[in-house]
Nanobody
């Protein structure tokens, strides 16, 4: 079993920032690429950002490049998603994931429970 513990969701005004966190076990943290996908009402689930172990390769959706940063916290087996200059288009349920290379939904191995992010104009 894989446990992905998410935190940091909430509400923010447009232009503001939020930081999401996702903790897991050491084995999962070291063995999988991890990241974030999101789904807004009426829209398909989409990849947001992925970071991989060892190489620490990052992948970002075009819509968040330059605004969001995904990082790995080795001391705590945790990844973070720093979201800056947020817009209402970022409003969605955000899911912590394992796998999901190249931000492909079909390649996600495990999903967290999701944390709601709401951006008001």
């Amino acid at each position: 079993q894989v446990r992905l513990t998410e935190s940091g969701g909430g509400s923010v005004q447009a232009g503001g920032s939020l930081r999401l966190s996702c903790g897991t076990t050491a084995d999962i943290y070291r063995g999988f690429c991890m990241g974030w996908f999101r789904q807004a009402p009426g829209k398909e689930r989409e990849g947001v950002a992925i970071v991989c172990p060892v190489s620490r390769t990052n992948y970002y959706a075009d819509s968040v490049k330059g605004r969001f940063t995904v990082s790995r916290d080795d001391a705590n087996n945790m990844i973070h998603l720093q979201m800056n200059n947020m817009t209402p288009e970022d409003t969605a349920m955000y899911f912590c994931t394992t796998g999901g290379s190249r931000l492909r939904v079909a390649l996600v191995s495990n999903w967290g429970q999701g944390t709601q992010v709401t951006v008001s104009s």
